[in-house]
């Protein structure tokens, strides 16, 4: 029943921006912590940049920080990922992931979790490729 389908991927210089979106249906969207983890072959699976279930507090890895931004729509159930002064390190598979957080009126999990989540924790996308290449 849960959906969740990435977008925005595709091939871009180095220095180029792209836009990911993300989004998903079949759950309480305002429920849950969520963000985009990416997989590169021979790379370790890195959280790249999560956003809490407020949308208000937001976690980036060191190797993206001051050129990623993340946020989500809750109007729209989409979740964001601005990508700008892209670099050839930046080429990955980035999965959209979700977890619930919001347990009632207790909030279990933050941005920290989602972007530490394993592959059978939560909700993840098929993935949208981005290519950073000359």
């Known amino acids: 029943q849960v959906q969740v389908v990435e977008s925005g991927g595709g091939l871009v210089q180095p220095g180029g921006s792209l836009r990911l979106s993300c989004t998903i249906s079949?759950?309480?969207?305002?429920?849950?912590?969520m963000g985009w983890i990416r997989q590169a072959p021979g790379n370790e699976r890195e959280g790249v940049s999560c956003i809490d279930q407020s949308g208000r507090t937001t976690y980036y890895a060191d190797s993206v920080k001051g050129r990623f931004t993340v946020s989500k729509d809750n109007a729209k159930n989409t979740l964001y990922l601005k990508m700008n002064s892209l670099k050839p390190d930046d080429t990955a598979m980035y999965y959209c992931?979700?977890?619930?957080?919001?347990?009632?009126?207790?909030?279990?999990?933050?941005?920290?979790?989602?972007?530490?989540?394993?592959?059978?924790?939560?909700?993840w996308g098929q993935g949208t490729q981005v290519t950073v290449s000359s």
């Open positions: 992931v979700a977890l619930r957080a919001r347990y009632g009126g207790f909030i279990r999990y933050n941005e920290v979790d989602v972007c530490r989540a394993e592959e059978d924790e939560g909700y």
């Open positions: 079949g759950l309480t969207f305002d429920d849950y912590t």
